[in-house]
């Protein structure tokens, strides 16, 4: 039974603070998001040494090879750090598939060149998800499988290729403990057995 609208309920909902319908499809023209504005770059290599510095920075390169090692798929980081340049303005969405592909070469040969196992891409999907992942992904394996042939890998340009021999090795494995100092005690120690 449909209750009829009352002009206390009219007022009522007319005083709430709420979105229009579709308000949330259109942002305020003077304050886009970075995405909405143009890209910061426009030309794939331009991306890609930026993309090299950015994952080869100090701070960050551990983290990277950390996660590669702890298990997380090359392409699955692959796509957190490209979707997060485009939410930053960085690309457009036609560049970011683009880079893609050469970003995960450098993402594997910065493992491979760390000694660090990598997975490619999750095998834990259901079928149809599966499959359509193994078709963009065939193009990788069959490019990995040349290189390890010793054919050329076209997807970096070779002066990232170069880039990426001069890399420093990290010495300790990504994932151990640093062996902490053993404590020495003194007579004077207040740790130092008592009645030793």
């Keep these: 039974m449909l209750k009829e609208i009352t002009p206390d309920y009219v007022n009522t909902v007319s005083k709430m603070k709420r979105s229009i319908p579709g308000e949330a499809l259109a942002n305020d023209p003077t304050n886009p998001y970075p995405f909405e504005s143009s890209p910061e770059f426009t030309v794939q290599r331009e991306a890609l ?3 090299f510095i950015l994952i ?3 701070e960050k390169y551990i983290d990277v090879l950390i996660a590669i090692e702890g298990g997380v798929p090359i392409m699955e980081l692959t796509q957190v750090i490209l979707f997060k340049g485009f939410t930053e303005g960085k690309w457009n969405p036609d560049l970011m ?3 893609a ?3 995960a070469y450098m993402l594997i040969a910065l493992a491979e060149r760390q000694g660090i196992n990598y997975i490619i891409h999750n095998e834990e999907m259901n ?3 599966a499959e359509e992942r193994k078709l963009s992904i065939t193009g990788i394996e069959k490019r990995l499988k040349s290189k390890q042939a010793g054919k050329k890998i076209t997807a970096l340009p070779p002066e990232l ?3 990426i021999e001069e890399v420093p090795i990290v010495e300790q494995s990504l994932l151990n403990k640093p062996e902490e100092p053993e404590m020495t005690t003194t007579d004077n120690s207040l740790l130092a057995q008592q009645g030793a």
Excluded: S
Aim: proline residues 6%; without cysteine; glycine residues 0%.
């Design 49 to 51: 040494e930026y993309l």
């Design 56 to 58: 080869t920075d100090e």
């Design 97 to 99: 598939m683009l880079l």
């Design 101 to 103: 592909e050469p970003l």
């Design 127 to 129: 079928d149809e998800a």
């Design 161 to 163: 290729e170069q880039k």
